[in-house]
Protein backbone atom coordinates (compact mmCIF):
# COMPACT_ATOMS: atom_id res chain seq x y z
CA UNK A 1 0.00 0.00 0.00
CA UNK A 2 1.30 3.23 -0.98
CA UNK A 3 1.56 5.69 1.66
CA UNK A 4 -0.28 9.12 1.05
CA UNK A 5 1.67 11.43 3.29
CA UNK A 6 5.75 11.19 3.01
CA UNK A 7 8.08 13.09 4.76
CA UNK A 8 11.21 14.34 2.31
CA UNK A 9 13.80 14.61 5.30
CA UNK A 10 16.29 12.23 7.37
CA UNK A 11 15.67 14.73 10.22
CA UNK A 12 15.16 12.54 13.30
CA UNK A 13 14.05 15.97 15.05
CA UNK A 14 11.18 16.41 12.06
CA UNK A 15 10.08 12.71 11.96
CA UNK A 16 9.80 12.98 15.80
CA UNK A 17 7.33 16.32 15.74
CA UNK A 18 5.55 14.36 13.08
CA UNK A 19 5.50 10.79 15.03
CA UNK A 20 3.97 13.15 18.27
CA UNK A 21 1.76 15.53 16.35
CA UNK A 22 -0.14 11.56 15.73
CA UNK A 23 0.53 12.00 11.48
CA UNK A 24 0.56 8.35 9.58
CA UNK A 25 3.62 8.86 7.28
CA UNK A 26 7.05 7.37 5.83
CA UNK A 27 9.94 9.51 5.88
CA UNK A 28 12.50 9.46 2.70
CA UNK A 29 15.70 11.57 2.73
CA UNK A 30 15.67 13.82 -0.52
CA UNK A 31 19.24 13.15 -2.63
CA UNK A 32 20.49 16.42 -3.45
CA UNK A 33 23.18 18.57 -3.12
CA UNK A 34 21.73 21.37 -1.00
CA UNK A 35 25.13 23.00 -0.21
CA UNK A 36 25.76 23.23 -4.10
CA UNK A 37 22.22 25.08 -4.69
CA UNK A 38 22.11 27.22 -1.72
CA UNK A 39 25.72 28.78 -3.18
CA UNK A 40 23.98 29.35 -6.74
CA UNK A 41 20.99 30.66 -4.41
CA UNK A 42 23.10 33.00 -2.21
CA UNK A 43 25.22 34.25 -5.06
CA UNK A 44 22.52 35.31 -6.89
CA UNK A 45 21.24 37.81 -4.02
CA UNK A 46 18.38 35.19 -2.98
CA UNK A 47 17.20 36.38 0.40
CA UNK A 48 17.67 33.43 3.56
CA UNK A 49 13.75 32.92 3.34
CA UNK A 50 13.67 32.42 -0.27
CA UNK A 51 16.24 30.13 0.03
CA UNK A 52 15.00 27.47 2.56
CA UNK A 53 11.41 27.97 0.35
CA UNK A 54 13.66 26.83 -2.79
CA UNK A 55 15.88 23.99 -0.93
CA UNK A 56 12.19 22.60 1.13
CA UNK A 57 11.34 22.70 -2.46
CA UNK A 58 14.18 20.68 -4.31
CA UNK A 59 13.71 18.12 -1.20
CA UNK A 60 10.06 17.57 -2.03
CA UNK A 61 10.27 17.47 -5.63
CA UNK A 62 13.01 14.61 -5.36
CA UNK A 63 11.12 12.50 -3.30
CA UNK A 64 8.11 12.75 -5.05
CA UNK A 65 9.24 11.22 -7.83
CA UNK A 66 9.27 7.94 -5.82
CA UNK A 67 5.55 8.62 -4.64
CA UNK A 68 3.35 8.95 -7.31
CA UNK A 69 0.22 10.82 -5.70
CA UNK A 70 1.23 10.78 -2.44
CA UNK A 71 1.74 14.10 -0.27
CA UNK A 72 5.11 15.24 0.07
CA UNK A 73 6.62 17.41 2.53
CA UNK A 74 9.43 19.02 2.36
CA UNK A 75 11.27 21.56 5.04
CA UNK A 76 14.33 23.55 5.22
CA UNK A 77 16.03 26.26 7.31
CA UNK A 78 18.66 29.04 7.04
CA UNK A 79 19.37 31.05 9.53
CA UNK A 80 20.73 34.73 9.08
CA UNK A 81 22.36 37.91 10.84
CA UNK A 82 22.03 41.04 8.34
CA UNK A 83 23.49 39.77 5.29
CA UNK A 84 25.48 36.34 6.65
CA UNK A 85 23.97 33.31 6.14
CA UNK A 86 25.05 30.83 8.38
CA UNK A 87 25.56 27.25 7.95
CA UNK A 88 26.90 24.09 10.04
CA UNK A 89 30.05 24.61 11.57
CA UNK A 90 33.01 22.35 10.61
CA UNK A 91 34.30 21.75 14.50
CA UNK A 92 34.62 23.37 17.64
CA UNK A 93 36.58 26.47 16.42
CA UNK A 94 34.13 27.59 14.01
CA UNK A 95 31.66 26.37 16.46
CA UNK A 96 32.94 29.24 19.24
CA UNK A 97 33.36 31.71 16.03
CA UNK A 98 29.37 31.24 15.05
CA UNK A 99 28.76 31.82 19.10
CA UNK A 100 31.28 35.21 19.60
CA UNK A 101 29.42 36.86 15.97
CA UNK A 102 26.05 36.07 16.92
CA UNK A 103 26.87 37.36 20.91
CA UNK A 104 24.58 40.58 21.52
CA UNK A 105 22.61 40.47 18.32
CA UNK A 106 19.14 39.30 17.17
CA UNK A 107 19.44 36.80 14.35
CA UNK A 108 16.74 34.66 12.42
CA UNK A 109 15.89 31.02 11.70
CA UNK A 110 13.73 31.07 9.03
CA UNK A 111 11.98 27.81 8.97
CA UNK A 112 10.31 26.52 5.13
CA UNK A 113 7.35 23.76 4.21
CA UNK A 114 6.61 22.89 1.19
CA UNK A 115 3.48 20.77 0.24
CA UNK A 116 4.05 18.63 -3.39
CA UNK A 117 2.06 16.11 -5.26
CA UNK A 118 3.88 14.76 -8.30
CA UNK A 119 5.47 17.57 -9.70
CA UNK A 120 3.10 20.40 -8.40
CA UNK A 121 3.50 22.85 -5.63
CA UNK A 122 0.26 22.81 -3.08
CA UNK A 123 1.39 24.64 -0.90
CA UNK A 124 4.59 26.45 1.02
CA UNK A 125 5.01 28.44 4.32
CA UNK A 126 7.95 30.40 5.74
CA UNK A 127 7.94 31.33 9.53
CA UNK A 128 10.75 33.46 10.68
CA UNK A 129 11.68 33.04 14.71
CA UNK A 130 14.15 36.16 16.32
CA UNK A 131 16.87 34.76 18.40
CA UNK A 132 18.58 37.67 20.84
CA UNK A 133 21.76 36.13 22.22
CA UNK A 134 22.45 37.51 25.35
CA UNK A 135 26.39 38.98 25.90
CA UNK A 136 28.60 36.38 25.67
CA UNK A 137 32.21 35.95 26.96
CA UNK A 138 34.67 34.13 25.21
CA UNK A 139 35.55 31.97 28.44
CA UNK A 140 31.92 30.90 28.64
CA UNK A 141 31.41 30.06 24.75
CA UNK A 142 34.66 28.24 25.71
CA UNK A 143 33.16 26.05 28.65
CA UNK A 144 29.55 25.89 27.26
CA UNK A 145 31.22 23.64 23.83
CA UNK A 146 33.04 22.05 25.82
CA UNK A 147 30.52 20.65 27.65
CA UNK A 148 28.10 19.83 24.71
CA UNK A 149 30.89 18.98 22.44
CA UNK A 150 30.03 17.66 19.28
CA UNK A 151 26.15 18.41 19.26
CA UNK A 152 27.23 22.10 18.94
CA UNK A 153 28.00 20.86 15.27
CA UNK A 154 24.57 19.60 14.40
CA UNK A 155 23.12 22.63 13.54
CA UNK A 156 23.56 25.65 12.37
CA UNK A 157 23.82 28.31 15.21
CA UNK A 158 25.87 25.84 17.16
CA UNK A 159 22.96 25.63 19.69
CA UNK A 160 20.22 23.75 20.36
CA UNK A 161 17.28 25.77 21.96
CA UNK A 162 16.03 22.08 24.32
CA UNK A 163 19.24 21.95 25.40
CA UNK A 164 22.10 23.87 27.36
CA UNK A 165 22.22 26.07 24.42
CA UNK A 166 18.62 28.06 26.38
CA UNK A 167 21.37 29.64 28.52
CA UNK A 168 22.89 31.75 25.18
CA UNK A 169 19.84 33.89 24.82
CA UNK A 170 18.36 36.84 26.18
CA UNK A 171 14.98 36.87 24.13
CA UNK A 172 13.14 34.60 21.93
CA UNK A 173 10.20 36.00 19.24
CA UNK A 174 8.90 33.54 17.62
CA UNK A 175 7.28 29.71 17.24
CA UNK A 176 9.16 27.11 18.79
CA UNK A 177 8.46 24.66 16.16
CA UNK A 178 10.16 27.18 13.66
CA UNK A 179 12.88 27.32 15.73
CA UNK A 180 12.94 23.62 15.63
CA UNK A 181 13.06 23.51 11.61
CA UNK A 182 9.06 22.68 11.11
CA UNK A 183 6.24 25.02 11.10
CA UNK A 184 4.18 22.60 12.85
CA UNK A 185 0.77 24.64 13.16
CA UNK A 186 0.14 26.23 9.58
CA UNK A 187 1.11 22.59 8.13
CA UNK A 188 -1.39 21.05 10.13
CA UNK A 189 -3.94 23.33 9.62
CA UNK A 190 -3.48 23.52 5.87
CA UNK A 191 -3.29 19.28 5.88
CA UNK A 192 -6.81 19.48 7.67
CA UNK A 193 -7.72 21.70 5.05
CA UNK A 194 -7.06 19.22 2.28
CA UNK A 195 -8.75 16.62 3.88
CA UNK A 196 -4.88 14.72 4.60
CA UNK A 197 -5.41 14.65 8.34
CA UNK A 198 -8.38 14.37 10.77
CA UNK A 199 -9.88 17.75 11.45
Known amino acids: MRPSLV ?20 ARAAEIDERALEQRLESSGASPADVALVLAEAKAKDVARHFPGALVIGSDQTMSLGSRVYHKPRDLAEAAEHLLSLSGKTHSLNSAVVLIRDDAVVWRHVSTASMTVRRLRQGFIDRHLERV ?3 ALTSVGAYQLEGEGIQLFERIDGDYFTILGLPMLPLLSRLREMGAIDA
Open 149 to 151: GAK
Open 7 to 26: LASASPFRRTLLVNAGLSFE
